[in-house]
């Protein structure tokens, strides 16, 4: 099974309005780490937010937040009032903690464009 | 800028080549992690070194090798090139950033063209 899903590859937004681009993810810790990262087209993979499991509120970050729905083991990002710089690739990750070391697992993406 | 520094920004070589890709980490941090980035791919975890020892190995080729010197800083080799190694190869360091736990931060990438 994949350990991290996003199945939105391509999303559009109108510019100044939210956005929400899905993450699932599968682990049977109960210690773990989610984050979403964009990737503009430059290539670079910008970290934006992170939500640890044991965190009862959602993460913020200016414009973005993270949905976080630990029964339905969920972790979508949401971007407000989206602007023409916020199109990009956008991944999510999830961190599982283990004696050996700190497993990462990235999903296949999500393009977000924004229209103006 | 996330403080991690990769060397070179884009590489174009031969097939059966060799190459080495470089990176700094972030001041303090002992991680270094290795991506590799294809289109049909996505991101696949390579290799991560702590502390100049080797932790996890990922998706790794038998022709790639990576190692972390005293400085912190990494090297990723990649040796009897084919064209499908052609990608995007990312190092991330990462720091323990208390109740958040481990965070990665990327460098700007290698973009490696085999032809």
């Known amino acids: 099974a994949q350990k991290i899903t996003q199945t939105q590859p391509g999303m559009f937004v109108q510019e100044k309005e939210a956005v929400t681009l899905d993450c699932t993810y599968d682990t049977s810790d109960q210690s773990y780490g989610l984050f979403w990262y964009k990737q503009p087209s430059s290539g670079e993979m910008i970290f934006l937010i992170y939500q640890g499991s044991y965190d009862e509120q959602n993460a913020t970050e200016g414009r973005y937040s993270l949905n976080f729905q630990k029964a339905r083991k969920s972790a979508n990002l949401v971007i407000s009032a989206s602007q023409l710089g916020d199109s990009a690739m956008y991944f999510c990750?999830?961190?599982?903690?283990?004696?050996?070391?700190?497993?990462?697992?990235f999903g296949t993406g999500t393009s977000l464009t924004v229209i103006p | 800028d996330s403080g991690v520094t990769q060397t070179p920004k884009h590489l174009i070589t031969a097939t059966g080549q060799r190459v080495t890709l470089r990176c700094s980490p972030r001041s303090g941090d002992l991680s270094v992690y290795w991506y590799q980035q294809s289109l049909d791919q996505g991101l696949q975890f390579l290799i991560h070194?702590?502390?100049?020892?080797?932790?996890a190995k990922g998706n790794i080729l038998e022709r790639f090798s990576a190692q972390q010197f005293p400085d912190l800083h990494s090297e990723l080799n990649l040796s009897s090139l084919e064209l499908g190694d052609s990608a995007l190869y990312f190092c991330?360091?990462?720091?323990?950033?208390?109740?958040?736990?481990?965070?990665?931060?990327f460098g700007p990438g290698t973009r490696l063209l085999v032809l």
């Open positions: 991330a360091s990462s720091v323990d950033r208390g109740r958040f736990g481990e965070t990665q931060y």
């Open positions: 990750a999830m961190r599982e903690e283990k004696n050996t070391g700190n497993q990462f697992y």
């Open positions: 070194y702590y502390n100049g020892e080797e932790r």
